[in-house]
């Protein structure tokens, strides 16, 4: 019986996780490149769950664990979960990793806090350092009678410091022999530069595992990949994606060359572009040689309904827009959106307590309620209805009739003071005590370095209405995303509108420095800014890829488009200039 032939993204996948294997077994630190589509977490998990099998039980027994350091609250669920929460493995994100390591140095902390010359006069007003315990709860730094809090962004920034004392790092190195990085492009630049200089540079410390892909950095100012004196591998396969769709990006990324895992499956990979119109376009800060806004909103839907006709099934289809601020105008958020300018992954991916509760707890409930589904909504609600007496449903349908009405007429802080006082539902802790942390300011200003409770303070003053669209949104009741937004994910047919809504990226630039190569100290951070968000939006697809260029683009830019999609697949689309 002939043996089948196992597929070559396969192939590519354990080729990858042998060398990774190997750089385990000789105590090597190493970084895993894995591009878009290679399964980059089932290398991590995999390769923790191999050291759980070798040495967990002689790390639990030295009281030593492995350090998995992730980016969110979700990477680390998912694989904590994978590993089954093993007691030699420590799963956790940089700030409460960073915090589970420096609260045990109370004293040393005091120092450090006595030389923030930065600090100085908010420690003055609080009474001074002294003996007073340091916390980290509230996300801001203060100081009052009884004790320091540390602020959000000090706590890699301490951790930072801390490893480039020789004491602390014995210590680190102690208690975490091996170091897994997890999304290591997004990871604290501070805390990563300290891992680099007093580690992997002078060969000492921790093995560590960097896993990640630099093509992918798209949450911060560094674009390109920082110098790490580590063995590189590279995860050369694409399980997610079309052979047409991969093609386009080995041809955008040749020195990372992917293998499919089916050579013959179908899909395609298209782009269009709007030439064609001959008119007025826009020539603003932020917006330059589009088409006008309503032009470019019809092309763009003409343009749907024809790949609609042509196959694409649009319940499987996400449309991929530039930024939140051009698809909030039209989806009916737009103040969260500049709320959350910067930081979009707070509110699409429901970091932000307030964000997350709306979306997981108050809008089900209110549909279930609407819809006289009282069980959904009394299991959403977390416990039974405690309906005791007649007046206990009365009370009930009241708060529930009051919160509909505040949803349609009032505000986010109307609706959360609402909760607070009817507790149906229950505000979760992180919001109540953020709630209770702008309160206590008793309106005195809100200090600068405190921008989460910046946020919920703006974001108390918007209209409700907003919250019910933008969670049709993030629960992907709509067809449209950003391109921001979905990194990480896949979707079966993808629709990536390239246009000039936001200054931070210049497309026709973009595709014209992709062939000439001309990059220079005034273009080459814009370069990689928008190449890396080009990267991330057309690797999501697994079956059809198009893209739409609504900006008017040059014969170099066009040549690009040809080189990556093919002649053939290039179109430009007949617009009327009326």
């Given at each position: 019986?002939?043996?089948?032939?196992?597929?070559?993204?396969?192939?590519?996948?354990?080729?990858?996780?042998?060398?990774?294997?190997?750089?385990?077994?000789?105590?090597?630190?190493f970084?895993?490149?894995?591009?878009?589509?290679?399964?980059?977490?089932?290398?991590?998990?995999?390769?923790?769950?191999?050291?759980?099998?070798?040495?967990?039980?002689?790390l639990?027994?030295?009281?030593q664990?492995?350090?998995?350091?992730?980016y969110?609250?979700?990477?680390?669920?998912?694989?904590?979960?994978?590993?089954?929460?093993?007691?030699?493995?420590l799963?956790?994100?940089?700030?409460?990793?960073?915090?589970?390591?420096?609260?045990?140095?109370?004293?040393?902390?005091?120092?450090?806090?006595?030389?923030?010359?930065?600090?100085?006069?908010?420690?003055?007003?609080?009474?001074?350092?002294?003996?007073?315990?340091?916390?980290?709860?509230?996300?801001?730094?203060?100081?009052?009678?009884?004790?320091?809090?540390?602020?959000?962004?000090?706590?890699?920034?301490?951790?930072?410091?801390?490893?480039?004392?020789?004491?602390?790092?014995?210590?680190?190195?102690?208690?975490?022999?091996i170091?897994?990085?997890?999304?290591?492009?997004?990871?604290?630049?501070?805390?990563m530069e300290?891992?680099?200089?007093?580690?992997?540079?002078?060969?000492?410390?921790?093995?560590?595992?960097?896993?990640?892909?630099?093509?992918?950095?798209?949450?911060?100012?560094?674009?390109?990949?920082?110098?790490?004196?580590?063995?590189?591998?590279?995860?050369?396969?694409?399980?997610?994606?079309?052979?047409?769709?991969?093609?386009?990006?080995?041809?955008?990324?040749?020195?990372?060359?992917?293998?499919?895992?089916?050579?013959?499956?179908?899909?395609?990979?298209?782009?269009?572009?709007?030439?064609a119109?001959t008119?007025?376009?826009?020539?603003?800060?932020?917006?330059?040689?589009?088409?006008?806004?309503?032009?470019?909103?019809?092309?763009?839907?003409?343009?749907?309904?024809r790949?609609?006709?042509?196959?694409?099934?649009?319940n499987?289809?996400?449309?991929?827009?530039?930024?939140?601020?051009?698809?909030?105008?039209?989806?009916?958020?737009?103040?969260?959106a500049?709320?959350?300018?910067?930081?979009?992954?707070?509110?699409?991916?429901?970091?932000?307590?307030?964000?997350?509760f709306?979306?997981?707890?108050?809008?089900?409930?209110?549909?279930a309620?609407?819809?006289?589904?009282?069980?959904?909504?009394?299991?959403?609600?977390?416990?039974g209805?405690?309906?005791?007496k007649?007046?206990?449903?009365?009370?009930w349908?009241?708060?529930?009739?009051?919160l509909?009405?505040?949803?349609?007429e009032?505000?986010?802080?109307?609706?959360?003071?609402?909760?607070?006082?009817?507790?149906?539902?229950?505000?979760?802790?992180?919001?109540?005590?953020?709630?209770?942390?702008?309160?206590?300011?008793?309106?005195?200003?809100?200090?600068?370095?405190?921008?989460?409770?910046?946020?919920?303070?703006?974001?108390?003053?918007?209209?409700?209405?907003?919250?019910?669209?933008?969670?049709?949104f993030?629960?992907?009741?709509?067809?449209?995303?950003?391109?921001?937004?979905?990194?990480?994910?896949e979707?079966?047919?993808?629709?990536?509108?390239?246009?000039?809504?936001?200054?931070?990226?210049?497309?026709?630039?973009?595709?014209?420095?992709?062939?000439?190569?001309?990059?220079?100290?005034?273009n080459?951070?814009?370069?990689?800014?928008?190449?890396?968000?080009?990267?991330?939006?057309?690797?999501?697809?697994?079956?059809r890829?198009?893209?739409?260029?609504?900006?008017?683009?040059s014969?170099?830019?066009?040549?690009?488009?040809?080189?990556?999609?093919?002649?053939?697949?290039?179109?430009?689309?007949?617009?009327?200039?009326?």
């Amino acid at each position: 019986m002939t043996k089948p032939v196992e597929n070559p993204a396969l192939v590519a996948a354990k080729e990858a996780q042998r060398k990774i294997d190997e750089a385990l077994d000789a105590g090597r630190s190493f970084r895993l490149e894995a591009g878009a589509g290679a399964g980059k977490t089932y290398s991590l998990v995999a390769a923790l769950k191999r050291l759980i099998t070798e040495r967990g039980q002689a790390l639990v027994q030295a009281g030593q664990k492995v350090a998995c350091i992730t980016y969110t609250e979700v990477a680390r669920n998912e694989i904590a979960q994978e590993i089954e929460d093993h007691p030699a493995i420590l799963v956790d994100t940089i700030h409460a990793f960073s915090w589970a390591f420096l609260r045990q140095f109370q004293k040393a902390l005091r120092n450090f806090i006595e030389s923030m010359d930065d600090r100085r006069e908010k420690i003055e007003q609080g009474g001074g350092v002294g003996s007073k315990p340091v916390v980290y709860d509230l996300g801001f730094f203060g100081v009052d009678a009884s004790h320091i809090t540390l602020g959000h962004d000090d706590i890699p920034a301490i951790m930072a410091k801390f490893i480039s004392q020789e004491k602390f790092r014995q210590l680190f190195t102690k208690q975490f022999p091996i170091i897994f990085i997890d999304e290591y492009q997004d990871t604290d630049r501070q805390f990563m530069e300290a891992i680099t200089e007093n580690f992997l540079k002078v060969g000492n410390g921790p093995l560590i595992g960097l896993f990640g892909d630099h093509w992918q950095t798209i949450y911060r100012s560094e674009y390109e990949l920082a110098d790490y004196p580590m063995e590189e591998i590279g995860k050369g396969s694409n399980f997610r994606s079309a052979p047409a769709i991969v093609n386009v990006l080995n041809k955008l990324r040749p020195e990372l060359t992917q293998a499919v895992r089916d050579p013959n499956a179908f899909g395609e990979a298209r782009f269009f572009h709007a030439n064609a119109y001959t008119g007025p376009r826009t020539d603003d800060i932020h917006s330059k040689q589009d088409l006008p806004a309503e032009l470019a909103k019809s092309t763009r839907e003409d343009l749907i309904n024809r790949l609609q006709t042509e196959g694409w099934d649009l319940n499987k289809t996400k449309i991929l827009m530039l930024t939140h601020n051009v698809l909030a105008a039209e989806q009916g958020y737009p103040s969260i959106a500049k709320i959350f300018s910067g930081r979009t992954e707070l509110f699409a991916k429901k970091e932000d307590p307030a964000i997350k509760f709306f979306a997981e707890i108050v809008e089900p409930m209110c549909a279930a309620y609407n819809a006289s589904r009282y069980g959904e909504m009394f299991r959403i609600f977390g416990s039974g209805p405690a309906i005791m007496k007649h007046t206990d449903k009365i009370a009930w349908r009241e708060d529930m009739d009051t919160l509909q009405k505040l949803r349609i007429e009032g505000t986010i802080g109307e609706v959360i003071d609402h909760l607070k006082s009817a507790g149906r539902p229950l505000l979760p802790d992180r919001l109540l005590r953020r709630d209770e942390e702008l309160i206590a300011l008793n309106g005195d200003p809100i200090p600068e370095d405190a921008t989460a409770l910046q946020r919920y303070s703006k974001l108390r003053n918007v209209h409700y209405k907003e919250v019910s669209e933008l969670v049709k949104f993030i629960e992907r009741q709509t067809p449209f995303a950003t391109q921001h937004s979905v990194k990480g994910a896949e979707f079966e047919n993808v629709l990536v509108v390239l246009g000039g809504g936001w200054n931070h990226y210049n497309w026709p630039q973009l595709l014209e420095l992709i062939k000439s190569k001309s990059l220079t100290n005034k273009n080459i951070k814009g370069y990689y800014r928008a190449r890396n968000l080009f990267y991330v939006s057309i690797s999501r697809p697994m079956t059809r890829l198009a893209v739409l260029a609504t900006q008017s683009m040059s014969e170099t830019a066009l040549e690009t488009a040809k080189y990556l999609f093919g002649n053939d697949y290039v179109e430009e689309l007949a617009i009327s200039n009326q």
